[in-house]
């Protein structure tokens, strides 16, 4: 039996720095084999750079997965040549950077971490349910884990459903609310349809408070503020057989 850490949305660098500061701890405690961050929001003002990504590789992560918020800053388009960067793979072949799958060599055995993004109240992008078909009709490894990173919950499930008996695993990300429906389906798949955040907590979403009831109150522009507020992080722990592919426990986490 093997275990994947999977953390939840990091928000900013008070989300990286306090991931930098548990996430060793995390790892020795489960015995984990592999870890994987969402970073999409990891960034100062939001999106993901060069020196947010840094931060979380440091920390140990292996793979990091991204959202719709994976191209919100220019500058730092490049490091999505790194091949444990990934962005949703239902962006639009042909044109799009990057890549939406990663797969790990971790000797007797493989895991791929697949990107893909929800298109209800999201953008317009390729169908997701396709485009994991196509997925893994080419992957050979048997330990497949997905995140899905939606705005419906309906959407999460239903993928979760979809998937069920053909990957390890779905963990839904982007709403950065940590959901307490954390399963194993009937045919060995590890879902939950959000694993939360990692960022300070008394907020809203990682960032203060009243510009954000402002936004929604006056409906004018605001400027959002990372908030100074104590941190704390989300995620789940995954126990999978390697040679099955199939999932045992799911076991979510959330450290203050």
């Given at each position: 039996?093997?275990?994947?850490l999977f953390?939840?949305d990091?928000?900013?660098?008070?989300?990286?720095?306090?991931?930098?500061s548990k996430?060793?701890?995390?790892?020795?405690?489960y015995?984990?084999?592999?870890t994987v961050v969402n970073?999409?929001?990891?960034?100062q003002?939001?999106g993901?750079?060069?020196q947010?990504a840094d931060m979380i590789?440091r920390?140990?992560?292996?793979?990091?997965?991204?959202?719709n918020?994976?191209f919100?800053?220019?500058?730092?388009?490049?490091?999505?040549d790194?091949d444990?960067i990934?962005?949703p793979?239902n962006y639009?072949?042909?044109?799009?950077i990057?890549?939406?799958?990663?797969?790990?060599?971790?000797?007797?055995y493989?895991?791929?971490?697949?990107?893909?993004?929800?298109?209800?109240g999201?953008?317009?992008?390729d169908?997701?349910?396709t485009?994991i078909?196509?997925?893994?009709?080419?992957?050979?490894?048997k330990?497949?884990f997905v995140?899905?990173h939606?705005e419906?919950?309906s959407?999460k499930?239903?993928?979760g459903?979809?998937?069920d008996?053909?990957?390890?695993g779905?963990?839904?990300?982007?709403?950065?609310v940590q959901?307490a429906d954390?399963?194993?389906?009937?045919s060995?798949?590890?879902y939950i349809t959000?694993?939360g955040?990692?960022?300070?907590e008394?907020?809203c979403?990682?960032?203060e408070?009243k510009?954000?009831?402002?936004?929604?109150?006056f409906?004018m522009?605001?400027?959002?503020?990372e908030?100074?507020?104590k941190?704390?992080l989300?995620?789940i722990v995954v126990?999978?057989?390697?040679?099955?592919g199939k999932s045992?426990?799911?076991?979510?986490?959330?450290?203050?």
């Amino acid at each position: 039996m093997k275990k994947l850490l999977f953390i939840g949305d990091v928000v900013g660098k008070a989300g990286c720095d306090f991931l930098r500061s548990k996430l060793p701890q995390i790892k020795r405690e489960y015995g984990v084999d592999v870890t994987v961050v969402n970073g999409e929001n990891s960034a100062q003002g939001n999106g993901i750079t060069q020196q947010s990504a840094d931060m979380i590789i440091r920390a140990g992560a292996d793979v990091i997965t991204t959202g719709n918020h994976a191209f919100r800053r220019r500058e730092a388009l490049e490091i999505y040549d790194e091949d444990y960067i990934i962005r949703p793979a239902n962006y639009p072949e042909g044109g799009c950077i990057g890549k939406g799958v990663c797969v790990l060599d971790m000797g007797a055995y493989s895991v791929a971490v697949v990107n893909l993004m929800g298109t209800v109240g999201l953008d317009p992008l390729d169908n997701p349910f396709t485009k994991i078909d196509e997925i893994l009709e080419n992957t050979d490894t048997k330990n497949i884990f997905v995140d899905f990173h939606a705005e419906a919950t309906s959407e999460k499930k239903a993928m979760g459903f979809f998937l069920d008996g053909r990957v390890t695993g779905v963990f839904g990300t982007h709403t950065h609310v940590q959901t307490a429906d954390e399963c194993i389906l009937r045919s060995g798949t590890a879902y939950i349809t959000d694993a939360g955040m990692t960022g300070p907590e008394y907020s809203c979403l990682g960032v203060e408070i009243k510009p954000a009831l402002d936004r929604l109150r006056f409906r004018m522009p605001v400027k959002f503020r990372e908030s100074e507020e104590k941190c704390f992080l989300c995620g789940i722990v995954v126990t999978f057989d390697e040679k099955s592919g199939k999932s045992h426990k799911i076991e979510r986490i959330n450290i203050r």
